[in-house]
């Protein structure tokens, strides 16, 4: 893990997360993933906390997040601590290390699910070297068909799709954000 040195004396850890999005992975110093819309940054994704299994007696922790994205209809659907912000006709399903966000008829809008990690390095090879390098504090998996602004969104088991531009089986560290825009995945 690394360290950055704030005050004398004082060494504050620099967090990472992984993000696992379709074939993807991004290592960010971040626990935010944005989108550019009109030329400014917006929120997509902020991890507010990270499940951990304590043991007992240990108080029970879990994945709570802040979403904003549009469904394919264009219907805003925003959540803050895991809980609907804006009307519709969602259903919100959550466990300790996972949210769904789920359509009238039963299919995923979004699902954001912070792997375990025996799961998480079960993954491909190159995205468990890195992970055994980064050290992240979370893996969260990304899966979902959304809306980011004017960015058509498509992530699956093996691509991500920004509009029609696919990506796959890609790996990126060390990276100060995660950011969706025209071009694509911006690191």
């Keep these: 893990m690394a360290f950055v040195v704030l005050s004398i004396g004082k060494t504050y850890p620099i967090m990472k997360y992984a993000y696992i999005i379709g074939s993807n992975a991004f290592v960010v110093h ?20 990270v499940y951990h299994d304590q043991g007992e007696p240990a108080p029970e922790t879990h994945l709570d997040i802040d979403l904003n994205i549009r469904d394919l209809n264009g219907t805003p659907v925003t959540l803050l601590a895991n809980k609907a912000a804006t009307g519709g006709p969602y259903t919100i399903k959550t466990t300790r290390d996972s949210v769904e966000v789920l359509r009238t008829d039963g299919s995923i809008l979004i699902h954001v699910h912070q792997m375990d990690d025996d799961t998480a390095m079960s993954l491909e090879h190159n995205i468990t070297a890195e992970l055994e390098v980064n050290m992240p504090v979370a893996v969260i998996r990304i899966f979902g068909d959304f809306i980011l602004g004017d960015l058509h969104i498509s992530a699956q088991n093996e691509k991500l799709f920004v509009n029609d531009t696919g990506y796959g089986n890609s790996v990126q560290s060390g990276l100060n954000q995660l950011l969706f825009t025209e071009e694509g995945v911006a690191v």
């Design 30 to 49: 971040s626990k935010v993933i944005s989108y550019t819309e009109g030329g400014e940054n917006k929120e997509f994704l902020r991890i507010n906390s």
